[in-house]
Structures are given as structure tokens and as C-alpha cells.
């Protein structure tokens, strides 16, 4: 079993910053794609970001491009999402996710591919 916990959440002004972090178990830290995705009341779980195994591969959906930034720590087991210039829209509970794979460079968006989920945690935008 897989133990993803999710940190980092809380409350900021337009323009702030935030930097979460998903601590994942031993078992995980190898050959697993690491995913960010976010749920906004009312609607459905969406894609944010994610990041291969080797670190070689990352993708983002287009609303956080160049405002967000995936990156993993193997030593520590630890995968982060810096977010830059956050706005009210990007108001949401964060869940960080692992989907295991057999090819260093994938990423994957849609989150069905994801076995293990972290308790998510919350990112609240207002002024």
C-alpha cells in the first residue's frame, strides 16, 4: 500500500505564493508518475500537473503554465508544487496522486490512471 501525505495548503492574497508538498511512502518514490490535480466546489477534479519518474518529463494544463512548477525529491521522497501569482480561481482542495508505470518519461492527466491518492489539501485565494 502506497501512503501519499499531502501539506502546504492555506490561505493567500492575489499574487501570493504557495509551495505544497506530498511525502509519499518508500514503494512510491520508484517508477511512479506523481500528479497534481485539484476539485473546486462544484466541479470535477482536474489535471494541474505531473511528473515522471526520471524527472525528465513534466506537464501542465494550461491555466498554471508558468505560474506553477512540479519538481520531486528522491532522496526525500517528496514530490512539491510551487505555485506563483495565485488567483481566486485557483481556489481549490490539491491532491497529490502516484500512478505506477514501466517507462521512466511518462506522464499521465487523466486521473483514473492514478492508483494512490493523497487526503488533499486546501488552497484558498481571496483578498
Known amino acids: 500500500q502506497v501512503q501519499l501525505v499531502v501539506s502546504g495548503g492555506g490561505m493567500v492574497r492575489p499574487g501570493g505564493s504557495l509551495r505544497l508538498s506530498c511525502v509519499a511512502s518508500a514503494r512510491a518514490s520508484a517508477m511512479y508518475v506523481m500528479g497534481w490535480f485539484r476539485q473546486a466546489p462544484g466541479k470535477e477534479r482536474e489535471f494541474v500537473a505531473a511528473?515522471?519518474?526520471?524527472?525528465?518529463?513534466?506537464d501542465y494544463t494550461n491555466f498554471v503554465k508558468g505560474r506553477f512548477t512540479v519538481s520531486r525529491d528522491p532522496a526525500k521522497n517528496t514530490v512539491y508544487l510551487q505555485m506563483n501569482n495565485l488567483q481566486p480561481e485557483d481556489t481549490a482542495i490539491y491532491y497529490c496522486a502516484a500512478a505506477a508505470t514501466d517507462s521512466s518519461a511518462s506522464v499521465y492527466r487523466v486521473p483514473s490512471t492514478y492508483t494512490y491518492w493523497g487526503q488533499g489539501t486546501q488552497v484558498t485565494v481571496s483578498s
Open positions: 511528473i515522471s519518474w526520471d524527472r525528465r518529463s513534466t
